[in-house]
DNA sequence: ACAAGCCATGGAAACGTTTCCACAGGCCCG
DNA sequence: CGGGCCTGTGGAAACGTTTCCATGGCTTGT
């Protein structure tokens, strides 16, 4: 107790009068002994204040009951609710996370993963800027150790658990384009490091080409952009004929929000903003946002409970694409005739009340 | 390569013809060897893939180079961008972070530090319930494993890197005051589970009597009504003579306004709000959300550096608080006259522009 | 009453690493 | 030319645990 520390298993035997083969049998409650001895080994055990080494017992199972996890960032809510997730869906299984962030960094991730692969670590889950490329990634898979991805679509050799990000995208088209919008604009942060980004723009786009409809402007900003209004704002300014804008996340739609309202732009009647993720938030404001709701949560339970099923022996086995809910917001309304756009009118007017929602998955 | 794992010094020492001792010496740059075998042995390393084993190191070393970190949630930015700040700061120094969520349940609490403690983890940071309680957190103090607390106050055997809530909500009360307010309410969740709240709602309380003002409502919510507008709206509707509500969090003072609403109540005419976190969204919103500013990443950074320089060596030493900041927002007005309140006009008129800010800490 | 089996028990090996120690050879200096 | 001292090296112990195996005593069935 007030000893530094380092009361070890030989200890306890030791207390109780008998071997530490005995002494490991009665606390692990494995094998047999007598209810004499076992008396005496938990006394002592209780007595001494013993509590097993996990790094013994790692050494000597080869199996550390770690699986480490990395994320681009846990100031992102989305991808801290994912840990949540895993988080939550680990409890009580005797696994512990480790974590490790990247910071949207293509060689701090690779980095990140081999030393998490270093530390043992029995599973792995992952969310990187490129998994087709990570040397590390590869590695730990032909180490046989479980590997799971979050938010990345399926690749081949690991499983993935993910929203489909291009057909969630293509209902956000297809619900601009019910309402009569026809020049359209996909705004993008960290386009190049995100393939969630990218997915969304490709089905956006790919909608709205089958749908009849220009080409949606692409428009990429950086961190700073993303969170000074004015200078998004002067980045929106630069694009004044769209009617409609797909913000690649939630914060970047309330942000733009707040740059459309410096140019005097007023939401939805001079231009229209959907958002994804469907973060809570979004629900309460006065405008309430218009959005693709997913659960980061159920992403890292689903990811959690793969690996589990993996460490228990089982097989492989890619689950389907979780669901995806579009969600009705005040963001999005018919386009103002004449307004910016070329003044022609949709060519299906809103007859129907918007869908309230979508299901996929 | 292709085998399953398990390539141990051992194997790298026979492929160089070396005994294990050398090559140890030669990967660790530790001890003398010839450039002859020295090359040998780093060829070997390379061609069979070797990387060391933590747990053996671990075990021999008796450190695991791992921290443990317990918060309530994830799925709360403020701890999830706190971890973070904890992840950043180690990063580099070779200290993984091993993490843990207790959903703010006092017995989960102490559950969770035993198992972080059972892991051998070389240092602790955590966020409970209740840490003066706890008899996990004792333990670790007892066996000399250096602890860090965030969002605590200073507590006796325990270094914790905090912010002055008391303090922070007297400059909300001040700030209340100052603009001719009087009957005020503080809206809190999760009221018996977070001393942060009870310590803000005690620096309101404090600094209202101060000033002469009636002592505010106490408004307790659950988590049901926090995500229910209409629940909230029922609850605030109890509440009609209040001018200004300091909510406990940023994340409640947006649904509080999103209830106002649904009673018909425009803020801030009809009511005056303030947060507290500061929160980046609240700065973009329609109407910018009064609040304090605090910086949770800044608190988890040097909580982690606390621990580094324990780790190190160091005594352990009782940093000050964090510095907080109130930002100014359209949340605040003066109170309309005869509006709810008793009549009264404030003793002290806003004569002043609102301060733009307060610096503490 | 004796063989066969079961139960309780402890010694020892193994897990992967670092480090202490011992040993051998070569060098310098007296 | 011999003693002391570095340098390079490897064997072995230690870290804390589990598990294999051997042992010895006891029960049970014939």
Redesign the pocket.
Known sequence: MTHKS?I???DVAQAA??????A??V??N?????A???ERVETAARDLGFS??A???A????RSMTIGCLVPSLANPVFAEAVQGVQAELQGSGYQLLISCSNYDEAADDAALEMLLSKDTDALIATMVAPERSAALQLAGRRGIPVALMFHDPMEGFVTSYVDNVEAAREVARQFARLGHRRTGFLALRFSTSDRSRNRYAGFLAECRAGGLPDPALIEIGEAEARQPDRLAVILGQHPGLTAIFASNDFLAIALQNAARLLGWRVPQDMSVAGFDGIEIGRLLEVPLATIETSPEAMGRQAARLLLERLQGGAPVQPPALSFHFRAGATLAPPTPGKGDDGRVAAQPPSAPPAETAQQG
């Not at 009068?17 to 005995?22: F, M, P, Q, R, S």
């Not at 494995?30 to 007598?34: I, L």
């Open positions: 380092a070890t298993i030989k009068g008998c071997g530490v083969a005995t490991s049998r606390l692990n494995s094998g047999s002994a007598s004499d001895v076992r097993f080494s790094i013994g017992r050494l000597q199972s080869r």
